[in-house]
Nanobody
Framework: QVQLVESGGGLVQPGGSLRLSCAASRSIFSGYTMGWYCQAPGKQRELVATITIGGSTYYTDSVKGRFTISRSNAKNTVYLQMNSLKPEDTAVYYC???????WGQGTQVTVSS
């Protein structure tokens, strides 16, 4: 059964932090590069960060130095630590494989004072 469950979103003030988690079924986690994506209102879904099985990472320029992607292969879970959040980070965040296949419901991140 394919399953992706994102959690950890919420409302945070500018400059604050959040840690997103994504529990994935083994069938879509094992052996795959995983990624976090975001979709802001009125915009297309876009890639935020990726992490390979071995731990190599990629970040889109807008989040470099602020976000950190990590994974636990033992727990089939991928994380996104988000620091120094900005209002423009407001979006629904999704995790899935890279390239993307199945999608979960996402978790809303709102950065506002």
């Amino acid at each position: 059964q394919v399953q992706l469950v994102e959690s950890g979103g919420g409302l945070v003030q500018p400059g604050g932090s959040l840690r997103l988690s994504c529990a994935a079924s083994r069938s879509i986690f094992s052996g795959y590069t995983m990624g976090w994506y975001c979709q802001a209102p009125g915009k297309q879904r876009e890639l935020v960060a990726t992490i390979t099985i071995g731990g190599s990472t990629y970040y889109t320029d807008s989040v470099k130095g602020r976000f950190t992607i990590s994974r636990s292969n033992a727990k089939n879970t991928v994380y996104l630590q988000m620091n120094s959040l900005k209002p423009e980070d407001t979006a629904v965040y999704y995790c899935t494989t890279f390239p993307p296949k199945n999608w979960g419901q996402g978790t809303q991140v709102t950065v506002s004072s």
